[in-house]
């Protein structure tokens, strides 16, 4: 079974924190993926990597990086923290875009 | 990117059939039809996919007409385990396309007793 494992189940940080989300995936992907999450807005993109050192912007990139130095590890970075980032975060990984496993996602609180 | 449109929700009662329609009428050519399961505070997870006619696994069929216009997910005899966001993503599988695929609201089905 394809394993995606998230670092944090929940979190909580304060306005203007850095904040490191990572996903680290044991299928040798090629693709791993950020979303997140909010009530009514169903899942967004924030980034997709399609391989090591390689990222494409999402639908909502502002306020986030990220940073994908091996195969196997997709980290989201939130270089400033703000209340409107409180969401939950899912990282995904796949072999071809139309099938992606996902992990069990990071509820982020920011205060 | 074809865009799809499914019913915000659904109700069902325990032992009945679900059927979830999805309307894809962009779809491309090398666009294959992928339907997700999400409970809450999980990710989603595959359940099928398919192109055209009819797939079947342990956990549902799907079924797709000729035009690919359109797909319907059956849910034999559903249990309240079954109560969850399903997702609807038409995409190309080929694993030198580097685009995005769409989640859209999904239909979120209430299982009752």
């Known amino acids: 079974d394809v394993k995606v494992t998230q670092s944090s189940r929940y979190l909580v940080k304060r306005t203007g924190e850095k904040v490191f989300l990572e996903c680290v995936q044991d299928?040798?992907?090629?693709?791993m993926f950020w979303y997140r999450q909010d009530p009514g807005l169903g899942l967004r993109l924030i980034y997709f990597?399609?391989?090591?050192?390689?990222?494409e912007k999402g639908d909502i990139p502002e306020g986030y990086s990220v940073s994908r130095e091996k195969k196997e590890r997709f980290s989201l970075i939130l270089e400033s923290a703000s209340t409107n980032q409180t969401s939950m975060y899912l990282c995904?990984?796949?072999?071809?875009?139309?099938?992606?496993?996902f992990g069990p996602g990071t509820r982020l609180t920011v205060l | 990117l074809a865009k799809t449109t499914q019913p915000i929700s659904m109700d069902s009662y325990e032992g009945q059939e679900v059927n979830i329609t999805c309307s894809h009428n962009?779809?491309?050519?090398?666009?294959?039809i992928t339907w997700y399961q999400q409970f809450p505070s999980q990710g989603p997870r595959f359940i099928i996919q398919?192109?055209?006619t009819k797939v079947t696994n342990e956990v549902a069929s799907l079924f797709i007409p000729a035009d690919r216009k359109s797909s319907t997910l059956s849910l034999p005899r559903v249990s309240l385990s079954d109560t969850a966001v399903y997702y609807c993503?038409?995409?190309?599988?080929?694993?030198?396309?580097?685009?995005?695929?769409?989640f859209g609201q999904g239909t979120t089905l209430q299982v009752k007793p």
């Open positions: 398919g192109y055209k």
């Open positions: 993503l038409v995409g190309d599988r080929s694993s030198s396309n580097t685009g995005k695929l769409i």
């Open positions: 990597s399609y391989d090591v050192k390689m990222k």
């Open positions: 962009n779809i491309a050519t090398n666009d294959y």
């Open positions: 995904a990984s796949s072999t071809s875009l139309a099938t992606q496993y």
């Open positions: 299928m040798d992907h090629e693709n």
